[in-house]
Nanobody
Framework: QVQLVESGGGLVQPGGSLRLSCAAS????????IGWFRQAPGKEREGVSC????????YYADSVKGRFTISRDNAKNTVYLQLNSLKPEDTAIYSC??????????????????WGQGTQVTVSS
């Protein structure tokens, strides 16, 4: 069964850190670019970060640049998103998805895109 599963979300105080995981089963993650997205209540989904499959090049939205880091461990079939210096405005459901490549604007979707169910990140004191 083809599946993407996110984990690692939770409640954290402003300035804190979390590491989100996007684990694949049923297919090889290293063949795909992976994008992280987030959606807060009442807001549109935002592309946060992307990592390519070919050369590991990355993309970050301006809102998270310098605070978030994306990486991949192909041996574990997993992509990570390290969230540092978290702010209340980072509160959202974070999801990962597969694509063909990363552009200057984020993930470029392929013919078939796989999505995870999302993990909640809440930044609050």
């Amino acid at each position: 069964q083809v599946q993407l599963v996110e984990s690692g979300g939770g409640l954290v105080q402003p300035g804190g850190s979390l590491r989100l995981s996007c684990a694949a089963s049923g297919f090889t993650l290293e063949n795909y670019a992976i994008g992280w997205f987030r959606q807060a209540p009442g807001k549109e989904r935002e592309g946060v970060s992307c990592i390519s499959s070919m050369d590991g090049s990355t993309y970050y939205a301006d809102s998270v640049k310098g605070r978030f880091t994306i990486s991949r461990d192909n041996a574990k079939n997993t992509v990570y998103l390290q969230l540092n210096s978290l702010k209340p405005e980072d509160t959202a459901i974070y999801s990962c998805a597969t694509g063909d490549t990363c552009s200057n604007y984020g993930l470029v979707y392929g013919k078939d895109a796989y999505w995870g169910q999302g993990t909640q990140v809440t930044v609050s004191s």
